[in-house]
Antibody, heavy 120, light 107 residues
């Protein structure tokens, strides 16, 4: 059974940093692209960043470029999102997602989500 | 960015009824469209990919159709467990973008 379990969320002041982790199990992690998708309170879904299966390439939405870094450790089957210079508009539930095999950016499994609140 | 517009924003239907949700892309996305279901308090789940392919384990009362810029999700014989918010998403171009969601409630 595929499982994605996020951790690392919480309350943080604007301008500070936070690092999210996502522990994956139930599939060969190193074979899949992975991504983070977020959802602001009572809002829709927004793709944040993606990473190839090897970690060799990464992709970001414009609003987080230069502030967020997606990475992975295939030996530990873990995905990360380093979030720096956080802003109030980054407040959201962050979901770790698996990208469907060879399917661009279709997200076929989602974690339970972790809440990030950016506020003073 | 490709804009995805869903309609209606909310929908109320009776058990056993058939409902249809529409999704309009701002440009041709060549059937690179997925539908997700988000039950209250839960994370989204993939229902349909490539516009009309049912994901594993999804009941056959769900179906997707469309091409070009216009797509739809149909739910036959509505069940109580279908109460959810439904999102469409294009993955033809980067960044992948989602529709605003359709909230489906029981009448």
């Amino acid at each position: 059974e595929v499982q994605l379990v996020e951790s690392g969320g919480g309350l943080v002041q604007p301008g500070r940093s936070l690092k999210l982790s996502c522990a994956a199990s139930g599939f060969t992690f190193s074979n899949y692209y992975m991504a983070w998708v977020r959802q602001a309170p009572t809002k829709g879904l927004e793709w944040v960043a993606s990473i190839t299966n090897s970690g060799g390439s990464t992709y970001y939405r414009d609003s987080v470029k230069g502030r967020f870094t997606i990475s992975r450790d295939n030996a530990k089957s873990t995905l990360y999102l380093q979030m720096d210079s956080l802003r109030s508009e980054d407040t959201a539930t962050y979901y770790c997602t698996r990208v469907r095999y060879y399917d661009g950016s279709t997200f076929d499994y989602w974690g339970q989500g972790v809440m990030v609140t950016v506020s003073s | 960015d490709i804009q995805m517009t869903q309609s209606p924003a909310s929908l109320s239907a009776s058990l056993g009824e058939t409902v249809t949700i529409e999704c309009l892309a701002s440009e041709d996305i060549y059937s690179n469209l997925a539908w997700y279901q988000q039950k209250p308090g839960k994370s989204p789940q993939l229902l349909i990919y490539y516009a009309n392919s049912l994901n594993d384990g999804v009941p056959s009362r769900f179906s997707g159709s469309g091409s070009g810029t216009q797509y739809s999700l149909k739910i036959n014989s509505l069940q109580s467990e279908d109460v959810s918010i439904y999102f469409c998403q294009q993955n033809y171009d980067s960044p992948p973008t989602f529709g605003g969601g359709t909230k489906l409630e029981l009448k």
